[in-house]
T-cell receptor
Framework: GQQVMQIPQYQHVQEGEDFTTYCNSS?????IQWYKQRPGGHPVFLIQ?????EVKKQKRLTFQFGEAKKNSSLHITATQTTDVGTYFC???????????FGTGTLLAVQP | DAGVTQSPTHLIKTRGQQVTLRCSPK?????VSWYQQALGQGPQFIFQ?????ERQRGNFPDRFSGHQFPNYSSELNVNALLLGDSALYLC?????WGRGSNQPQHFGDGTRLSIL
């Protein structure tokens, strides 16, 4: 079945450093979503990408969807302590639109 | 404008018992999805309900069943509980289900289920 992997599993950065998490799907996706889950919280929707090669920005966050629509990335510029949490990508594709979540990247930011 | 609400917040059961979890979707949403999130893992899709019917299902056994009511609220039922069913159960709501498209999922705070 469809699998969505993320790397790295864990990243520890100093406040002000940049951070990137990568998402790879075993199958072509029709769209991809990104979520953030704070410790003890629930996933919160960040953004959705639909087009091949699409790039979207939200303040310090930059999201990309690969040309082949099988991978995506999230880049955070100049991390802040408020960025702490687990970032999940979630994709759907094929005949169904089941949303398959990635394995997640836990970001820790040291002040 | 209330978001997605789930009840109860915590639940402790023993093996073999049955459990029912409840979810009220965000106002204006008509589609409800259920996810299981084990500790340190991503949410795993259980199933999705729209117009009171199960529309899609993930790789979960028949012990997991659900229901959607006319007011769009939903229940998740799990029978013959196993130790491995211990997890956070998340409900997410979205606008109209549509083939080939996914709407942003709005999650509730979840129900923490512990099986002893």
């Amino acid at each position: 079945g469809q699998q969505v992997m993320q790397i790295p599993q864990y990243q520890h950065v100093q406040e002000g450093e940049d951070f990137t998490t990568y998402c790879n799907s075993s199958t072509t996706l029709s769209n991809i979503q990104w979520y953030k889950q704070r410790p003890g919280g629930h996933p919160v929707f960040l953004i959705q990408l639909v087009k091949s090669g699409e790039v979207k920005k939200q303040k310090r966050l930059t999201f990309q969807f690969g040309e082949a629509k099988k991978n995506s990335s999230l880049h955070i510029t100049a991390t802040q302590t408020t960025d702490v949490g687990t970032y999940f990508c979630a994709g759907s594709g094929g005949a169904t639109n089941k949303l398959i979540f990635g394995t997640g990247t836990l970001l820790a930011v040291q002040p | 404008d209330a978001g997605v609400t789930q009840s109860p917040t915590h639940l402790i059961k023993t093996r073999g018992q049955q459990v029912t979890l409840r979810c009220s979707p965000k106002s204006g949403h008509d589609t409800v999805s259920w996810y299981q999130q084990a500790l340190g893992q991503g949410p795993q899709f259980i199933f999705q309900y729209y117009e009171e019917e199960e529309r899609q299902r993930g790789n979960f056994p028949d012990r997991f069943s659900g229901h959607q009511f006319p007011n769009y609220s939903s229940e998740l039922n799990v029978n013959a509980l196993l130790l491995g069913d211990s997890a956070l159960y998340l409900c997410a709501s979205s606008r109209r289900w549509g083939r080939g498209s996914n709407q942003p999922q709005h999650f509730g705070d979840g129900t923490r289920l512990s099986i002893l």
